[in-house]
């Protein structure tokens, strides 16, 4: 049995899903019921600490690709968030 970890899509597809889900809530992307563009920092909020409860209890268990994904996302929508908020 190997310690190390399995790749798995499904992880990769959820972190694309929820980086897709702060741009929408940082008025990066448009809503696409309405066509326009919205800022909601409560709900870019709960995206970004669910992703970083995930990195925490994730920690070992990723491949080098996942943990890489993951650390680019938060590291992405950490910089939209501060320039969105500092513009509020």
Do not use: C, H, W
């Amino acid at each position: 049995m190997s310690d190390t970890p399995k790749a798995d899509s499904r992880f990769n597809d959820f972190v694309f899903l929820q980086a897709q889900n702060a741009g929408l809530f940082l008025g990066q992307l448009p809503n696409p019921a309405t066509g326009e563009t919205s800022v909601n920092l409560k709900a870019a909020a709960t995206v970004l600490d669910s992703l970083e409860m995930l990195a925490v209890k994730t920690r070992g268990n990723l491949t080098a690709e996942e943990a890489s994904l993951l650390e680019k996302a938060l590291l992405n929508i950490r910089a939209l968030y501060a320039n969105v908020e500092d513009l509020g």
